[in-house]
């Protein structure tokens, strides 16, 4: 019976609208989300400007040459002391990173568990903190090259389940989130549970931290916000609900200095949310309303922030918002398929068509595009470097890493190859991290490599 009434108000929504003339809900602002449904900020739309957009423009594909002389195109090499998110801060994009740039191997570990590893990784306090998919959480000491300490917090009716967990730290305090529904707050000091909540439905999410509140969302793209010290629920949101399961996970990112949290679900919509007052800023939909949300799959890439620049990306665009007020920068016909970076200036992004991006922030004009296998000469290279790992911008010189252990490295200034080495004989099987002038990711064969 709740799956039947969560279809007919997914019916009811198809029948709403937004303002014409900006495209954002005409009354999201100042609507509480307390007690609420989505079904309280729906009007009828009667003109999409993201529709009409995607239908009117064709695919981005063109190599394009730089016209300009950048000076300052990417901010100064930031130096990262511990890494304690997804994404490694709130707003989920770091714009340069400072790395020693020797590539000299500095350690390789012992395989971290003899079960496989989780992708995602995190760093606190010179400790590597990650997980194996039976769900045991440990913590890899950098300083003595060992595992100091696991704790599993599943019974064993639940150990044979392979556990997808979302991590974030805050003081001490190890918070984890998973797919059976489970939140927990774990101390790293003792190694011990201060308290575990279920919450029924899985989660699918990152996490987010701030003023003493988690924030995740469940696969029902139900957003929460979580008393971080007792895990109980300060408030839930539900948004609309899509019953078909994408690679794309719910998204969250933060805007700490204007105290708003940024939603992106499966169902491609969009909300801006101030988290203390608990107030709807704007909402913005991103799904062809003209289907249903059971024919079509929504894909995304974590959405980010720089400055009062929202970049979002579909599975057909590349787009820019500003961070207030949902209304639109700027819009590009693109098959992005990595999170891009946003610099001072500028948005990088890698497309489906293998071509390396640079857009201008404020016009969203495409400064060069460059197909990143055209400057090497073998033409069986693209074969052996693979899928794309990771896309960093390091000692401002773009790097793309591939999971059969390449990095190519690239000219912020007009997309000219630099550089290309194989790094890891044995790939890349997690986010490459920085901090302290060092690179660090786990291999293939789950070991964990240090390089300075």
């Known amino acids: 019976m709740e799956r039947l009434l969560l279809v007919l108000i997914t019916i009811l929504f198809t029948s709403c609208s937004f303002d014409n003339k900006t495209g954002i809900w005409k009354d999201a602002t100042n609507t509480s989300v307390e007690n609420q449904s989505s079904k309280s900020i729906l009007k009828k739309n009667q003109s999409s400007r993201y529709e009409d957009f995607i239908t009117k423009n064709k695919t981005f594909n063109e190599v394009k040459k ?196 940024f939603f992106f679900n499966t169902s491609g919509e969009l909300y801006s949310i101030n988290y203390l007052n608990q107030k709807i800023n704007w909402m913005l939909n991103f799904k062809n309303p003209s289907l249903t949300g059971e024919t079509e799959l929504f894909l995304s890439q974590p959405i980010i922030i720089k400055n009062n620049n929202l970049i979002i990306t579909t599975e057909k665009a590349l787009l820019s918002y500003e961070k207030y007020n949902g209304a639109r920068n700027w819009a590009l016909s693109a098959e992005s398929i990595f999170k891009p970076i946003i610099t001072s200036k500028y948005t990088y992004a890698i497309l489906k068509n293998d071509l390396l991006i640079c857009l201008d922030n404020i016009s969203g004009n495409v400064v060069w595009s460059k197909n990143i296998f055209v400057d090497i000469k073998k033409k069986k290279f693209k074969n052996k470097f693979g899928k794309i790992a990771d896309f960093k911008i390091v000692n401002s010189e773009i790097n793309i890493y591939s999971i059969n252990g390449y990095l190519l490295t690239f000219n912020f200034n007009n997309g000219n190859l630099i550089s290309k080495q194989k790094i890891s004989k044995s790939g890349i099987g997690s986010e490459v991290i920085f901090l302290d002038d060092n690179m660090m990711f786990i291999d293939r064969r789950n070991k964990l490599l240090k390089f300075n």
Do not use: C
């Not at 709130?90 to 790395?99: A, E, L, Q, R, V």
């Not at 990152?206 to 469940?218: E, S, T």
């Open 66 to 261: 730089s016209k300009i002389s950048f000076n300052s195109g990417v901010n100064d090499p930031i130096k990262i002391k511990n890494w304690l998110e997804q994404y490694a801060i709130p707003t989920n994009n770091i714009s340069n990173f400072s790395y020693s740039g020797n590539k000299i191997l500095l350690l390789k570990s012992r395989k971290l568990s003899k079960l496989s590893s989780s992708r995602k990784i995190i760093f606190y306090k010179k400790n590597l903190i990650s997980y194996d998919h039976k769900g045991t959480i440990f913590v890899y000491s950098l300083n003595l090259n060992k595992k100091i300490s696991e704790y599993n917090f599943y019974k064993k009716k639940f150990k044979s389940f392979n556990k997808e967990i979302d991590l974030i730290i805050n003081n001490n305090i190890l918070y984890a989130a998973d797919n059976l529904g489970y939140l927990y707050a774990l101390n790293l000091n003792s190694n011990s549970i201060i308290w575990a909540k279920n919450y029924g439905i899985p989660f699918r999410s990152n996490m987010k931290f701030a003023n003493n509140q988690i924030f995740l969302a469940n696969q029902d793209n139900v957003i929460y916000s979580i008393d971080a010290n007792s895990g109980n629920k300060n408030w839930q949101y539900s948004t609309n609900l899509t019953f078909l399961k994408t690679d794309f996970l719910n998204n969250l990112a933060l805007d700490l200095v204007n105290n708003n949290l």
